[in-house]
């Protein structure tokens, strides 16, 4: 059972900037595909940014230009850097994972149903 664990939420003015980081047990990290996903109240939970191979990323187009996916082979460790926030981007972000290393995922990396490993969530709240 892969595990997840999120961290680096917090509250931050509009145009500020924060870092997420998802530590992933060996177990996940062994599978390239990987992502962040946020989930407003009341609504689905959609993909933001993800890897879709070894190197390939895709984001959202909400993000696009402001968001930065990245990890660290060596921590298992995956990040998301977020900068010039807007509140419209006040959600719970969750980091994604699954253990398919022989599976492309290739062009849905934003899927949820392309994951079957989750963390508990980290909240990003933005003001104005």
């Known amino acids: 059972q892969a595990q997840l664990v999120e961290s680096g939420g917090g509250s931050v003015e509009s145009g500020g900037s924060l870092k997420l980081t998802c530590v992933a047990s060996e177990s996940s990290y062994s599978d390239p595909c990987m992502a962040w996903f946020r989930q407003f109240p009341g609504k689905e939970r959609e993909g933001v940014a993800a890897?879709?191979?070894?190197?390939?990323?895709t984001y959202a187009d909400s993000v696009k230009g402001r968001f930065t996916i990245s990890k660290d082979n060596v921590k298992n460790t995956l990040y998301l850097e977020m900068s010039n926030l807007k509140p419209e981007d006040t959600a719970m972000y969750y980091c994604?994972?699954?253990?398919?290393?022989?599976?492309?995922?290739?062009?849905?990396?934003?899927?949820?149903?392309?994951?079957?490993?989750w963390g508990q969530g980290t909240q990003v709240t933005v003001s104005s």
């Open positions: 890897f879709e191979g070894v190197i390939r990323t």
């Open positions: 994604a994972s699954r253990d398919l290393p022989d599976s492309s995922c290739y062009e849905r990396g934003l899927s949820v149903t392309t994951y079957s490993y």
